[in-house]
């Protein structure tokens, strides 16, 4: 019925407590037939012989070898050669407690969903980690529903699970083989309006964790414009997986247009973008003169700014009408204060390492600044100003099960 994945790389010194830790729990308290496959991938030190031996010492393990390196391969390469039903995962430290096993897969079982995650976003999950990895973590996530609309609440969260006729339409359109392999299946399936059931997690980090946080963070983000770009240009055949897979629950989903909707709010975005940026060039020069660098910035940014989210509310995202106008005015005023606040700063460097610069290094500066400002703009208007409660993309970030073609947190 399961087919339990833990992939490893170099972690002889945790390994077998942990394969002893999961397969005991299997054995007696869970409720389904259930194998444990150790995925290594390239390991270099001894982890390799250990998993082979407990292969051989506990009922119900297996081993898989790759000679790459890869979370992301894998999972890939253990999950299609399986033959259960539901294929899941979880990381070698069990940071993850075991008791949500059971409602991570029960959906599965039953037919309800193709797709199902831990979150540790969620306000029932009980999580301890440093501040550095949370806050990296949510500002990840927003990325996500800015750039790509994601509706889940955690990508990274190693505690997944997919029924394999999903698994078998889904894997072979996720490229990534590394640490983004879990966002761009999450992704993939949900444009192709496939369901992903949330299950909120007890989570400890694992203090001697080994990844490189910030490299990998860089490598997603990377992952991130891979992925907008290709289904702007409609390169992914989506449409082909929903055709070869059933229905589940109560109502069938609804296919979202891949990148289409994201696509012309871009296009439409960076015209707006274009426009404002100059009237600001041309005010900051006007007004620099009589009233000096920093109240003209602040005039100029502060003009262009209403000027912005006014455009960006109509033209951009289809909001008409004067129903929270004021709000969105007031929100736009929020995200300047961020731009202010780079602009400024930018220009209060570049006085202390060249007093006097010329007001043409000046506005270089600034211009600089805005554009750097930009892609975090675009996303706070997308998954804030100018989120509709009754738009299924922008659905709570804490919602634990969306349904698409209702477009209902439950």
Same mark, same amino acid.
């Given at each position: ?15 077998? =407590? ?5 397969? $005991? ?21 001894? !982890? ?28 890939? !390469? ?33 037919? $309800?969903? $193709? ?113 907008? =770009? ?32 994201? #696509? ?111 892609? #975090? ?30 477009? !209902?947190?439950?």
């Amino acid at each position: 019925m399961l087919d339990l994945v833990i992939p490893v790389y170099d972690e002889e010194a945790g390994l077998e =407590r942990s394969v002893r830790a999961a397969r $005991h729990f299997l054995d007696t308290s869970f409720p389904y037939p259930a194998r444990l496959t150790i995925a290594d991938n390239a390991s270099r030190d001894g !982890t390799l012989a250990i998993a082979r031996r407990l292969a051989d010492d506990l009922d119900g393990v297996r081993v898989v070898h790759l000679g790459a390196k890869g979370r992301g391969r894998a999972l890939h !390469t253990a999950w299609l050669g399986s033959d259960a039903l539901v294929q899941a995962y979880m990381d070698v430290d069990l940071s993850t407690n075991l008791g949500a096993l059971l409602p991570l897969v029960a959906p599965l079982v039953s037919g $309800h969903s $193709h797709l199902a995650i831990g979150t540790r976003l969620s306000r029932a999950s009980r999580v301890v980690r440093g501040p550095r990895r949370e806050v990296i973590s949510r500002c990840y996530n927003l990325v996500l529903r800015g750039a790509l609309a994601a509706r889940f609440s955690d990508a990274q969260c190693g505690f997944k699970a997919i029924r394999a006729d999903a698994a078998r339409e889904l894997l072979p359109l996720v490229a990534d083989t590394g640490w983004f392999f879990d966002t761009e299946l999450l992704v993939l399936a949900e444009k192709a309006g496939l369901r992903i059931h949330e299950v909120p997690v007890d989570w400890v980090d694992d203090p001697d964790s080994r990844v490189d946080v910030l490299a990998t963070a860089r490598d997603d983000l990377r992952g991130v414009v891979r992925v907008a =770009r290709d289904l702007a240009a409609g390169r992914i055949p989506l449409a082909d997986v929903r055709a070869h897979l059933p229905l589940v629950g109560d109502s069938p989903t609804t296919p979202v247009e891949p990148g289409n909707v994201l #696509l012309r709010q871009l296009v439409r975005f960076a015209a707006v973008g274009v426009a404002c940026t100059a009237a600001y060039a041309v005010l900051y020069l006007l007004l620099a003169g009589p009233w000096g660098a920093q109240a003209a910035n602040v005039t100029a940014l502060l003009v262009t700014a209403v000027a912005n989210t006014a455009a960006n509310r109509r033209l951009t995202f289809g909001v008409r009408g004067r129903e929270r106008a004021v709000r969105h005015q007031g929100q736009g005023l929020a995200v300047l204060a961020l731009a202010w606040s780079l602009t400024s700063g930018s220009l209060a460097l570049l006085h202390a390492l060249a007093p006097g610069a010329p007001r043409a290094a000046e506005l270089t500066v600034l211009v600089v600044a805005n554009l750097a400002a930009t892609v #975090l703009r675009f996303v706070l208007l997308r998954s804030w100003v100018f989120r509709s409660p009754a738009d299924p993309a922008q659905a709570p970030a804490l919602a634990l099960t969306t349904t698409p073609a209702e477009g !209902t947190p439950r």
